[in-house]
């Protein structure tokens, strides 16, 4: 046997079938660092294995039955099913690092938007350059506020609002004296 197709009708359903199934463990497998990331696991956990499910259910819709119809035209051999399996394990390891990306932690947030190279607060002492802790000291009095305070005591703090792992909103200031800081800077 050469490759995977044989003659019988049902029998490319089933291997369509284990196709589909297989793309829907990956599917869901490779979501969860995005529920978890998103922080819609720990707030939601309802929605978010919902989600999960729904990400299942359009992996096995969008494999089935574009397998089934290349099985039925096209001998497939053993080495495009392992690289094809090679692809899907590779797009699911990247995916914890696909959701850091996308839903950020508060620090590489301040990094990004602000205090990173290139952002307004780069050449200021707020600055994140690889420079904490020592150029500024960063703590979290509240939930959703992050506190970036200079070690040069002359400096006012800068505290910014939305500060929150997963979070999509932008930094903003939490107190009209941050957003002081921020306009002087350029922000």
Not at 45 to 71: E, K
Not at 131 to 150: E, H
Not at 172 to 179: I, K
Request: proline share 7%; charged share 15%; glycine share 6%.
């Amino acid at each position: 046997m050469r490759g995977l197709r044989v003659d019988k009708q049902d029998d490319n359903a089933m291997l369509a079938l284990a196709f589909s199934g297989t793309a829907v463990l990956l599917a869901m497998v490779a979501a969860f660092p995005f529920l978890l990331e998103s922080r819609l696991m720990h707030e939601h956990r309802a929605m978010a294995i919902g989600v999960d499910v729904a990400v299942g259910i359009a992996a096995a819709l969008l494999t089935y039955f574009p397998a089934r119809w290349l099985l039925d035209r096209v001998r497939v051999r053993w080495w495009q099913v392992a690289g094809v399996g090679a692809a899907m394990v590779w797009l699911v390891s990247a995916a914890p690092s696909a959701a850091s990306y996308v839903f950020p932690d508060p620090m590489d947030r301040f990094h990004r938007e602000l205090g990173g190279p290139g952002r307004c607060l780069n050449s200021s002492p707020y600055a994140s350059d690889n420079a904490f802790p020592r150029a500024a000291q960063v703590t979290y009095p509240k939930p959703g506020r992050m506190l970036v305070t200079p070690l040069d005591h002359n400096v006012p703090p800068l505290l910014l609002a939305h500060a929150a792992s997963g979070g999509l909103d932008h930094l903003t200031a939490a107190e009209p004296a941050s957003a002081a800081i921020l306009r002087t800077y350029g922000c």
